[in-house]
């Protein structure tokens, strides 16, 4: 496409008022209504090439679209130019060699799909309609990660757009300074075209196992359940959430298990033993339909926020602030926001922490608070009550994923994702591959001199 103006596009370039103008600014979470001066629906690496040196020569920010699910929005630039991947969405497989190469606007769902028939995956979230991209350049937690680690550990190479406009390709053997920090260090050093992963024999099979207790009766469960996590095998990633229902709040506690159904059952009796659910749920979903099932629907129309931590112990304190919620009382109010963990370690934690951008290898729980509204009247309360959660935890908290930083953390919320060593070598990274912080709408790392 060419502009009467402007350079030319294999893919479109719009601009207020456009057909699909509207459709590619809105993003997961309902809060964000900026308008981008233009939107660049990149049809080839050409397009990004083009779409990073016009930004540049106009002056505007840059904001990069995977799947749209960051939180917090930094896709849509307000008056900047948005660089939108959606188009370069293929996933292609060779299963002999068992790796996948996905274009950087894929979804995590098409990878799944692509891999899945050859009875192969790799890690790559919970929810099918993340975009690989932002999930991978950030860490990238899923159901596989205790087996075979972060998405970002199954990365073999990036092919990647710098700030001044060049394309590279980052292994361990090609620039492995970038290649280390793409390993968790988000979207701070380039534009991701494409991803060569490295897949695993999974086969297809998982099982998941979820019982439901009364809040009131859920601490000695969880202290169970914590302890049971600690000596689980690498295909179970132990689950705890907390929410309410017109009940009264319930707090489920349970596994995910990807692998031989029959295997997982094993598990089975050590959980019933934890004490009397007032419900159970036990599936056998096929991976896909794992991958699919936290998916939202209607996810657009929500307004969203959420807060959340690393936590390494998670002793009976940690549960009791867990359970309330950031509340007195366990039955204060249903506008409470949901609360979960998810368990680390295994394979993830088998990578030395020095090894990639990711940090916080040693975590046992990722826990998350959050909550989804439809009616703007009820941002202020429900942001405020998601933090209230989150802040009663902050007393056993040790570090954050990057991924699940809030919009209005801010370079406090990068401190806290990054140890200072570990910053330190970033912001040196940084200052070499983006000195003038082209890609600075993300959860920022800032060259030296900024």
Same mark, same amino acid.
């Given at each position: 496409?060419?502009?009467?103006?402007?350079?030319?596009?294999?893919?479109?370039?719009?601009?207020?008022?456009?057909?699909?103008?509207?459709?590619?600014?809105?993003?997961?979470?309902?809060?964000?209504?900026?308008?981008?001066?233009?939107?660049?629906?990149?049809?080839?690496?050409?397009?990004?090439?083009?779409?990073?040196?016009?930004?540049?020569?106009?002056?505007?920010?840059?904001?990069?679209?995977?799947?749209?699910?960051?939180?917090?929005?930094?896709?849509?630039?307000?008056?900047?130019?948005?660089?939108?991947?959606?188009?370069?969405?293929?996933?292609?497989?060779?299963?002999?060699?068992?790796?996948?190469?996905?274009?950087?606007?894929?979804?995590?769902?098409?990878?799944?799909?692509?891999?899945?028939?050859? *009875?192969?995956?790799? #890690? /790559?979230?919970?929810?099918? %309609?993340?975009?690989?991209?932002?999930?991978?350049? $950030? !860490? @990238?937690?899923?159901?596989?990660?205790?087996?075979?680690?972060?998405?970002?550990?199954?990365?073999?190479?990036?092919?990647?757009?710098?700030?001044? *406009?060049?394309?590279? #390709? /980052?292994?361990?053997?090609? %620039?492995?300074?970038?290649?280390?920090?793409?390993? $968790? !260090? @988000?979207?701070?050093?380039?534009?991701?075209?494409?991803?060569?992963?490295?897949?695993?024999?999974?086969?297809?099979?998982?099982?998941?196992?979820?019982?439901?207790?009364?809040?009131?009766?859920?601490?000695?469960?969880?202290?169970?359940?914590?302890?049971?996590?600690?000596?689980?095998?690498?295909?179970?990633?132990?689950?705890?959430?907390?929410?309410?229902?017109?009940?009264?709040?319930?707090?489920?506690?349970?596994?995910?298990?990807?692998?031989?159904?029959?295997?997982?059952?094993?598990?089975?009796?050590?959980?019933?033993?934890?004490?009397?659910?007032?419900?159970?749920?036990?599936?056998?979903?096929?991976?896909?339909?794992?991958?699919?099932?936290?998916?939202?629907?209607?996810?657009?129309?929500?307004?969203?926020?959420?807060?959340?931590?690393?936590?390494?112990?998670?002793?009976?304190?940690?549960?009791?602030?867990?359970?309330?919620?950031?509340?007195?009382?366990?039955?204060?109010?249903?506008?409470?926001?949901?609360?979960?963990?998810?368990?680390?370690?295994?394979?993830?934690?088998?990578?030395?922490?020095?090894?990639?951008?990711?940090?916080?290898?040693?975590?046992?729980?990722?826990?998350?608070?959050?909550?989804?509204?439809?009616?703007?009247?009820?941002?202020?309360?429900?942001?405020?009550?998601?933090?209230?959660?989150?802040?009663?935890?902050?007393?056993?908290?040790?570090?954050?994923?990057?991924?699940?930083?809030?919009?209005?953390?801010?370079?406090?919320?990068?401190?806290?994702?990054?140890?200072?060593?570990?910053?330190?070598?970033?912001?040196?990274?940084?200052?070499?591959?983006?000195?003038?912080?082209?890609?600075?709408?993300?959860?920022?790392?800032?060259?030296?001199?900024?």
């Amino acid at each position: 496409m060419t502009t009467a103006t402007g350079p030319r596009f294999d893919g479109r370039l719009l601009t207020s008022g456009d057909p699909g103008y509207d459709a590619a600014r809105t993003v997961w979470n309902a809060m964000i209504d900026r308008h981008p001066r233009m939107i660049v629906q990149a049809a080839s690496v050409t397009d990004v090439v083009t779409a990073v040196r016009l930004a540049r020569e106009l002056d505007l920010e840059i904001g990069v679209r995977c799947g749209g699910h960051n939180v917090a929005g930094l896709a849509v630039p307000a008056d900047g130019l948005m660089i939108d991947l959606t188009p370069l969405n293929g996933v292609r497989v060779d299963p002999i060699r068992r790796r996948a190469r996905v274009q950087g606007g894929a979804l995590l769902g098409a990878l799944d799909r692509a891999s899945q028939p050859y *009875g192969l995956a790799t #890690t /790559a979230g919970n929810v099918s %309609h993340t975009g690989v991209g932002g999930l991978t350049l $950030g !860490g @990238g937690m899923g159901w596989l990660a205790r087996q075979h680690g972060l998405a970002c550990d199954n990365v073999v190479s990036y092919r990647v757009v710098t700030a001044d *406009g060049k394309v590279v #390709t /980052a292994s361990r053997t090609e %620039h492995p300074d970038l290649y280390w920090g793409l390993r $968790g !260090g @988000g979207g701070n050093f380039g534009i991701v075209t494409d991803f060569d992963f490295q897949l695993h024999h999974t086969g297809t099979q998982t099982l998941v196992a979820e019982f439901d207790f009364r809040a009131e009766d859920a601490v000695p469960v969880l202290e169970g359940w914590r302890d049971l996590n600690a000596v689980a095998p690498r295909q179970a990633t132990f689950t705890a959430d907390v929410y309410s229902t017109a009940s009264g709040p319930l707090a489920t506690v349970g596994f995910v298990w990807v692998g031989d159904p029959a295997q997982g059952h094993q598990l089975l009796p050590a959980m019933r033993a934890l004490g009397r659910p007032v419900a159970e749920r036990v599936t056998t979903p096929s991976y896909l339909e794992l991958q699919q099932r936290d998916d939202t629907a209607g996810g657009h129309a929500y307004r969203r926020y959420s807060s959340a931590h690393y936590l390494r112990q998670f002793p009976t304190a940690a549960i009791e602030a867990f359970l309330l919620r950031g509340a007195t009382d366990l039955h204060a109010g249903t506008e409470l926001p949901g609360v979960g963990l998810q368990a680390y370690g295994g394979a993830i934690a088998d990578i030395a922490d020095a090894d990639t951008a990711f940090g916080h290898r040693g975590t046992t729980f990722e826990f998350g608070a959050g909550s989804r509204w439809t009616e703007p009247s009820e941002d202020d309360s429900r942001t405020a009550a998601a933090r209230s959660a989150a802040a009663a935890l902050d007393p056993y908290a040790d570090g954050v994923y990057v991924n699940s930083l809030a919009a209005d953390e801010g370079q406090r919320g990068v401190r806290r994702a990054y140890p200072d060593a570990k910053l330190a070598r970033l912001t040196a990274l940084k200052t070499v591959w983006d000195p003038q912080n082209v890609f600075h709408l993300n959860h920022n790392i800032r060259p030296s001199h900024a």
